[in-house]
Every structure is written in structure tokens, then in C-alpha cells.
């Protein structure tokens, strides 16, 4: 096995090596061999017969080295006891429901306070999502989960909905791509009616569909604090972004919002507009791209920036729709009118 291993920029030992090598070292990246960092998180070396011992902040397996069970296992061992470790990466490995089991339990008992887990892409399922969610559950200092293109289904996401309710450190979390119906998002949508914490969240390519969109928004009308909301590939269709869209009419926070690949046709489009031509103040990106949008759509969008004056977006994907010159200078015009109006620059891609 591989990993890449990032160091510390804050030890003495770096410092000193510094000196010695007469320009700054740090931060350093390492490719080193398993065996030579898992016992123990450090990394030892000789420079001119001097011993350097130097503690691993971040640590990464590169993807497809096939850690599996056993290398979590061996990964586990050596987070025991251990301080210095901040970021574990560790996707496309197989670590697989047993290794991710053996890995919570190793991160459960370090004293080392890690903010960053990326188990993306590491064939986990339910079984394996209850133990991410115990660690979830005890952790202080976790900012950044990552679990992507798993399959805890909707199963595994009202274990980590259930952790996230009991523990408020988490801000961005990704759970991309697991196979997430209506029931499972629902779980995780309830989180956000008490939890000011999570600002990123990343459920693109999970089968919620216009269900599941419901209840989201209904609960991001009101509550949480969630500023980019990503939700590409979702099967929301038109009946999903009239919801969303009507989410965007009350105050909330969304900053970012992700709509790609749903389906929205004009009748989707013309629902966002609507909403975009009353208020948004805080909106700055919306992605539309693959949605087959058609020129009718693109109209609407069009006439709701020249509309609202206080319209705040910069950045509007319109890629990958089925517009004509028709549309794409609809468009043109608007985003020429809002900057004469406003000095504003919007930047469309169609
Ligand atoms: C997922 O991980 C496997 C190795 O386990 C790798 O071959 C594959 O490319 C990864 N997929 C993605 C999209 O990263
Ligand atoms: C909306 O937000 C503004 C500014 O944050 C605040 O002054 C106003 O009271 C809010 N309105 C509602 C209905 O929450
Ligand atoms: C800094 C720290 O906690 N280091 C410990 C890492 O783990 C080894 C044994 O696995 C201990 O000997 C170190 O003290
Ligand atoms: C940051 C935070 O909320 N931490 C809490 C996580 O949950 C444990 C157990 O419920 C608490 O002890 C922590 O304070």
C-alpha cells in the first residue's frame, strides 16, 4: 500500500530541519510505504546522521491501492493512542463494512483530534454506516465527513441523520451517491430543523425524487443554516424545483444551490425564475445544467434578472440544455442589462 502523508508545518523537527537545509521545508509531502508509518504516525529519517522524527497531520491511501479489511485493520492499530493525526483520506480503497468497523473503533479511541474523513467510494453499506455513525456520534472535532459513492441506503442515512441530531461538530457533509430514497433524505432533512452547524450538504445522484425535495424544503423555509445545497442527479423533476423554488422565497441561507441533471424542463425553470424575480438576496449560484431547459425556460430566467434589481447571483449554468440563439441571447441581453443597471457581472454559461 501507498500513502501520500502530509506533515505537520507546526513541529519543532520541521523547523529544525529547516535550518539545516537552509530553506523552508515544509509542508512536506511523502510517499512512503504502510508499514513505515502505521505503527506509529511518525516518520523517521536521517539527514548527515541526524535522526528526524516527524508526526503525520495528514494522511491519504491513495485510491485503488486496495486497503481493504485488513489494511483498515492495520490503519486501526496504529490511530491507537496517537495525537497528531488531523485529516484521514482514504477513498476508492474496499475497505468494506468490516474494515470501516475496525477503522471507527481504532478512530474512537485515538486522542487524535481529527477533523477531516473522506471514506468515499469504499463499498459501505447500512452495516457499516452504523459504525461511522457511533464515531460520528462521540467525535468533538469532526468538520468533514465524506461518504461519498457508498450504498448505506436510506438504512445507513438515519444512522448518521440519528448521529448528526446528538453531535454538532460536522459543517460539510457528502453523501453522494448511496442509493437515498425519499425515506432515507427525510431522516436527514429533520437534522436540519435544529442544527445551525451544517453548511455544506452534498446529496447529488441519490433517488429522492419530488418526495423527498418536499420535505427538504419545507424544512429549509425555516431552519438550518445549510449555504450550498447540492443536489445533482436526484430525480427531483419540475414538481421538485417548484418546491425548492419556493424554499428560495423565504429567508434562508442557501448561497449555493446544485439542480443538475433533474429533469426540470421549462416548466422547472420558470418555477426558479419566479422565485428569482421576488427575492433572492442570497442566492449567488444556481447550476441548471442537464435539465432540458428549452428557450421558454431560458425567457423566464432571462426576464426574472432584468426584473429584480437586488438579484445577487454571479454565477447561472444553463449548460447542456436544449436552448437556440433564441434563448442564449435572451439571456445575453439580460446579463448585459443587469450590468448596465447595477454594474453586476453574471457570468451565464449556456
Ligand atoms: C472507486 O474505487 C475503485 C477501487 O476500489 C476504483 O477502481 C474506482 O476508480 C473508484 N471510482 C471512482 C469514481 O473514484
Ligand atoms: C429575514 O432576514 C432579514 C435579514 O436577516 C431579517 O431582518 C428579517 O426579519 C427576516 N424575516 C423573517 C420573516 O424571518
Ligand atoms: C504522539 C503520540 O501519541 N505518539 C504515540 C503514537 O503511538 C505509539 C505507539 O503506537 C506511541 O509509542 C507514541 O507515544
Ligand atoms: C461538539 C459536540 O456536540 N460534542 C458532543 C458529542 O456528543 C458527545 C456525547 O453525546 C458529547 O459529550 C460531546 O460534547
Known amino acids: 500500500m501507498l500513502y501520500e502523508v502530509y506533515i505537520s508545518s507546526e513541529r519543532k523537527t520541521l523547523n529544525l530541519l529547516s535550518n539545516m537545509m537552509q530553506y523552508p521545508v515544509y509542508p512536506i509531502k511523502l510517499c512512503c510505504l504502510a508499514g513505515q508509518v502505521l505503527d506509529s504516525f511518525r516518520y523517521v529519517f536521517y539527514i548527515n546522521n541526524f535522526l528526524y522524527v516527524i508526526w503525520i497531520d495528514i494522511l491519504l491511501l491513495l485510491s485503488g491501492n486496495y486497503g481493504g479489511a ?28 468490516e474494515g470501516v468497523r475496525a477503522l471507527m473503533s481504532g478512530l474512537s479511541s485515538t ?35 465524506n461518504m461519498y459513492m457508498n450504498d448505506i441506503g436510506d ?61 427538504l424544503s419545507e424544512i429549509l423555509k425555516f431552519h438550518g443554516n445549510v449555504k450550498a ?19 428560495l422565497k423565504y429567508n434562508n441561507t442557501i448561497s449555493i444551490l446544485d439542480l443538475r441533471g433533474n429533469g426540470l424542463r421549462d416548466e422547472g425553470a420558470v418555477c ?51 436552448l437556440t440563439k433564441f434563448g442564449q441571447s435572451a439571456l445575453t441581453d439580460a446579463r448585459d442589462h443587469v450590468y448596465e443597471m447595477s454594474e453586476k457581472e453574471v457570468n451565464i454559461v449556456f
Open 70 to 97: 485488513l489494511g483498515a485493520n492495520a490503519l486501526a492499530k496504529g490511530l491507537e493512542g496517537n495525537k497528531s493525526l488531523r485529516e484521514l483520506h482514504l477513498q476508492g480503497n474496499s475497505i468494506g463494512d
Open 111 to 145: 486522542k487524535a483530534k481529527l477533523t477531516h474523513l473522506d471514506i468515499g467510494n469504499n463499498s459501505i453499506s447500512a452495516k457499516g454506516a452504523f459504525h461511522v455513525a457511533e464515531y460520528v456520534k462521540r467525535s468533538k472535532s469532526l468538520f468533514w465527513l
Open 155 to 215: 438504512e445507513g442515512a438515519e444512522n448518521i441523520a440519528d448521529a448528526l441530531k446528538q453531535n454538532r461538530s460536522i459543517a460539510i457533509i457528502d453523501m453522494g451517491g448511496n442509493n437515498i430514497h425519499a425515506k432515507g433524505i427525510i431522516e436527514i432533512a429533520q437534522v436540519l430543523k435544529d442544527n445551525s452547524v451544517i453548511t455544506t450538504l452534498e446529496i447529488g445522484y441519490n433517488p429522492i425524487g419530488p418526495d423527498g425535495m418536499k420535505v
Open 229 to 247: 445545497l447540492k443536489l445533482g442527479w436526484c430525480q427531483i423533476g419540475a414538481k421538485g424545483a417548484e418546491y425548492i423554488a419556493d424554499t
Open 272 to 322: 426558479l425564475a419566479r422565485s428569482l424575480k421576488v427575492v433572492n438576496e442570497v442566492l449567488t449560484e444556481l447550476d441548471l445544467g442537464f435539465n432540458e431547459i428549452r428557450d421558454d425556460g431560458a425567457f423566464a430566467i432571462a426576464q426574472a434578472l432584468k426584473a429584480n434589481e437586488d438579484v445577487k447571483i454571479t454565477s447561472l449554468n444553463l449548460g447542456n440544455n436544449f
